[in-house]
């Protein structure tokens, strides 16, 4: 076939950098971000951070270079993700839940040039600088975002509208030569280990941004409450999707049920998403101060392990529509989505009043493929929902691999497939659902048994706050499930009541915990159960406790 030619004309690097520029020409006049009594149009925006990647430029960070941030959803933090891909730069948005320790670890393997740090959290910073001076490694220059009282900043520090003043109108925007050229770096919670850095690139991040909006059925000029965290996954593409759509950004530094609520009245959110604790907040407000009529349609989006169906009907009764995704880092957030529905149908095994239909759904339209395959023999399971095998996907929104560790990268991409190490089950309908992480199932007598299961089950308890299901050594099945639980406040139990709770529910026996202890489950700096260390406490106490026995955690 003759007659055709790849060139300039038919041909540009995909970056989610373009969407600001067509945003300025589009939607110019429109307001893009608001903070408080604050708020910029789109050409304001595109104008601030076009002098931010200048200034970049001329404090000497070049092309390829790294440029970390520790801010919470301050119109500056939203500002970085396009001034620093802008400059040709890479950006990592950094957990702010990190202790000085575990941030000066990540800074050693991250080897910023730059580093935005709120005023807020000045004081962490500098204590993970203080530590990386005692290991003999330079810190990176800071850049101080607000004001603060702290009287002892490091040398060199920069005030962030200082930069901006230093910046060119007229500077000469970088885009990548290469599409896949990286454009930011998130760290996983490690949970599982030690957190992994994950390699963006511009095209998957372009891409991503457009399957977020067809995914949540986005339109145009949508108004965002950024009640997610914009160093998960880059706020799940967010702040990119919404300069493609021309939408209104609503900042927040910190988020409350109160602050959800007047948001919507005031702004006409349409759209925010986060962890499914933010169903908790929403459903725990008081209602005769706080509910309201919903002047908008709200699609609230979360991934995770789901609350009680309790809590997800209060929610969903004050006029949420609520949509659960499933994914991780390496996806770019979440890669499938099933809208929570709820039915008056009666489940024999559940005496709530509602049946919550909650799958993982389909993926996105842009990722290729996603499956549940044995990873020996990487052959699909059938759609049976009980037979269990690994989750895996491949498409044009996986992340390039992780930060200087080619090993690691190697071993979770095999024969075209990234293997999540999380098993699931596919439903007859094609549906996935996920049933454990890999490193968390247990098995017992031969048989898989899904720990989130069996959570699932027992945060339902009124009395239960939070809950973790691990395997404890067992000389005759293997494994059996041991439970640790925290109460809500002011209740007490016994582990007898949560097994007989299990029972009332017609778990099958190989789910219901042999062990239950109470206390405050060990987390690690992002929130994450570490469930490493509560399978070497059940160690100690599988061979010496009853079924009836409560323990302290």
Not at 24 to 41: A, E, Q, R
Not at 219 to 245: E, I, Q, S, Y
Not at 444 to 458: A, F, L
Request: charged share 20%; hydrophobic share 40%; with cysteine.
């Amino acid at each position: 076939m003759e007659g055709y030619s790849k060139c300039e004309a038919n041909f540009v690097p995909l970056s989610p950098i373009s969407f600001l520029e067509r945003a300025t020409f589009v939607y110019g006049k429109s307001l893009s971000i608001i903070y408080n009594d604050m708020s910029y149009t789109w050409k304001e925006t595109r104008d601030r951070c076009v002098k931010l990647a200048s200034a970049l430029s001329i404090i000497g960070v070049n092309p390829g270079k790294v440029v970390a941030t520790f801010a919470p959803n301050t119109p500056a933090h939203y500002e970085l993700h396009f001034g620093v891909p802008m400059a040709g730069a890479i950006l990592s948005a950094l957990n702010t839940s990190l202790d000085p320790p575990a941030l000066a670890t990540t800074l050693q393997q991250l080897e910023p040039q730059v580093i935005f740090v709120d005023h807020q959290y000045i004081q962490t910073v500098g204590e993970a600088f203080k530590l990386l001076s005692h290991d003999k490694t330079s810190p990176p220059r800071l850049v101080l975002i607000g004001i603060t009282r702290c009287t002892v900043v490091p040398m060199n520090t920069l005030d962030y509208n200082d930069l901006l003043s230093l910046g060119k109108d007229d500077f000469k925007i970088i885009h990548p030569n290469d599409e896949c050229d990286p454009i930011s770096i998130n760290f996983t919670s490690g949970s599982t280990g030690k957190p992994k850095g994950v390699v963006y690139s511009h095209r998957s991040a372009y891409l991503n941004s457009l399957a977020v909006i067809f995914r949540y059925d986005m339109k145009k000029m949508p108004v965002f409450l950024w009640t997610v965290d914009m160093f998960r996954c880059n706020g799940w593409c967010f702040p990119w999707a919404l300069a493609a759509l021309g939408g209104t950004n609503v900042c927040l530094r910190e988020v409350t049920a109160e602050v959800i609520f007047h948001s919507i009245v005031i702004h006409k959110v349409t759209h925010l998403c986060g962890p499914p604790m933010i169903l908790d907040k929403i459903a725990s407000s008081k209602t005769n101060e706080q509910r309201v009529v919903m002047p908008t349609r709200v699609d609230v989006i979360v991934a995770g392990p789901l609350p009680s169906s309790e809590i997800i009907l209060k929610v969903k009764k004050f006029g949420f529509d609520i949509h659960h995704g499933y994914g991780m880092s390496e996806a770019l957030g979440p890669m499938t989505n099933m809208s929570l529905r709820m039915s008056d149908q009666k489940e024999e095994n559940n005496d709530e009043r509602v049946k919550i239909r909650c799958r993982e759904g389909t993926h996105n339209i842009l990722m290729e493929n996603v499956d549940v395959k044995d990873p020996e023999t990487m052959t699909s399971v059938p759609s049976d929902g009980n037979t269990i095998g690994e989750i895996m996907f491949r498409g044009n929104t996986v992340m390039l691999g992780y930060l200087k560790n080619m090993e690691g990268t190697q071993n979770v991409f095999k024969g075209g497939w990234y293997m999540t190490r999380d098993l699931g089950v596919r439903n007859p309908d094609g549906n996935i659902v996920m049933k454990d992480r890999k490193l968390d199932s247990i098995v017992t007598n031969g048989e898989i048994v899904s720990t989130i299961d069996i959570e699932r089950i027992i945060r339902t308890h009124p009395y239960v706050k939070e809950v973790a299901v691990v395997g404890k050594p067992d000389n005759v099945l293997g494994e059996t499930p041991c439970a640790f639980v925290t109460l809500k406040d002011d209740y007490s139990l016994s582990s007898s009541c949560i097994i007989k709770f299990c029972q009332e529910k017609s778990l099958p026996r190989s789910m219901i915990p042999i062990n239950v202890c109470f206390g405050t489950l060990p987390m690690n700096s992002t929130g994450k159960v570490l469930k490493y260390v509560l399978r070497e406490r059940a160690k100690t106490i599988g061979s010496i406790l009853g079924a009836n026995v409560t323990l302290t955690i």
